[in-house]
């Protein structure tokens, strides 16, 4: 048995026969190299979770979803450990979206600082201006530019390369940003925080 059908055979045993010393043997087998996927995806420095946790989540997704079933639709090792690449990038912008939720709908708590009251003015002046910019928001799309590009730090290159389906190139982003800053600077109530 070469390399291969011996990591396909691993593979049935711990997804389909359900063997547990099986999904051990495979977990150590590819604990490193999914890792690796985690540590490479563009998006796992912002989920602020560590490399072990998506690692479980990865092969929490592909034992639940690869069962007795759906095993045959997957011919080889190759393809498996594609669908596991695949998981680890779908916990990822899973944990992703899930923060950009909380970005959008808890308001951002008054912290402890050397003046209290200071922060407090600070925090309320935040909350309204995010208020105001998820007001002016108009689709996915201007989300997605607002938390990428003002919450996360990322280029327009990022962006692109992150969601070519919702912009095409760099210029579309740039465009894009353009717009919705003009839109925000006509605001009244912007004008009347920073005016």
């Known amino acids: 048995m070469d390399r291969d059908e011996h990591a396909y055979a691993?593979?049935?045993q711990a997804l389909v026969d359900g063997d547990p010393d099986a999904w051990r043997e495979l977990y150590a087998r590819y604990e490193n190299l999914v890792a690796a996927w985690v540590r490479r995806h563009p998006g796992f420095l912002q989920t602020g979770?560590?490399?072990?946790?998506?690692?479980?989540?990865?092969?929490d997704r592909l034992?639940?979803?690869?069962?007795?079933?759906?095993f045959a639709r997957f011919p080889n090792a190759g393809s498996l450990l594609r669908y596991l690449k695949m998981c680890v990038h779908a916990a990822i912008l899973d944990a992703v979206r899930q923060q950009e939720r909380r970005a959008f709908?808890?308001?951002?708590?008054?912290?402890?600082?050397a003046d209290p009251e200071a922060e407090a003015v600070a925090n309320l002046e935040r909350e309204e201006l995010w208020a105001v910019v998820q007001s002016a928001v108009r689709d996915e799309r201007e989300r997605i530019l607002v938390y990428e590009c003002f919450v996360c730090g990322a280029t327009p290159q990022q962006l692109h390369r992150r969601h070519p389906q919702l912009f095409p190139s760099t210029e579309a982003v740039y465009l894009a940003k353009r717009s919705l800053l003009q839109r925000?600077?006509?605001?009244?109530?912007?004008?009347?925080l920073h005016g």
Not at 49 to 59: D, G, K, L, P, W
Request: hydrophobic share 40%; charged share 30%.
């Open 10 to 12: 691993l593979f049935r």
């Open 49 to 59: 979770e560590t490399v072990a946790y998506f690692v479980n989540r990865a092969f």
């Open 63 to 70: 034992y639940t979803a690869v069962g007795r079933e759906k």
């Open 105 to 113: 709908e808890e308001p951002s708590r008054v912290s402890e600082a």
């Open 184 to 192: 925000l600077r006509r605001h009244p109530r912007i004008q009347a």
